[in-house]
Nanobody
Framework: QVQLIESGGGLVQAGGSLRLSCAAS????????IAWFRQAPGKEREFVAA????????YYADSVKGRFTISRDNTKNTVPLQMNSLKPEDTAVYFC??????????????????WGQGTQVTVSS
């Protein structure tokens, strides 16, 4: 099993930036695809971005493409999500998730097995 912990959330004004981090326990983290999802109050959880175990393949939701960047830091065993040009509609609880290796990268909740507890991101106008 894999344990995931998100960090880096907070309050930022529109146009600002935040860097989230998903930390995983153990060596097994390298054998999973990793994704970020988000959920606003009263709304369904939605896909944000995903990255393959190798870090060479990425996939983004259209709503964040060009603004968010997902990557892997193998030396720290983390998956950062750099968020730039933030908008009020980005406000949500952000979750990281791990899933089995597959091609193409999954963009649905069913494609991932393990989830962190989430970190709050609030973008003010």
């Amino acid at each position: 099993q894999v344990q995931l912990i998100e960090s880096g959330g907070g309050l930022v004004q529109a146009g600002g930036s935040l860097r989230l981090s998903c930390a995983a326990s153990g060596r097994t983290f390298s054998n999973y695809n990793i994704a970020w999802f988000r959920q606003a109050p009263g709304k369904e959880r939605e896909f944000v971005a995903a990255i393959s175990w190798s870090g060479r393949s990425t996939y983004y939701a259209d709503s964040v493409k060009g603004r968010f960047t997902i990557s892997r830091d193998n030396t720290k065993n983390t998956v950062p999500l750099q968020m730039n040009s933030l908008k009020p509609e980005d406000t949500a609880v952000y979750f990281c998730a791990s899933g089995p290796l597959r091609v193409p990268l999954a963009s649905t909740i069913s494609g991932y097995n393990y989830w962190g507890q989430g970190t709050q991101v609030t973008v003010s106008s």
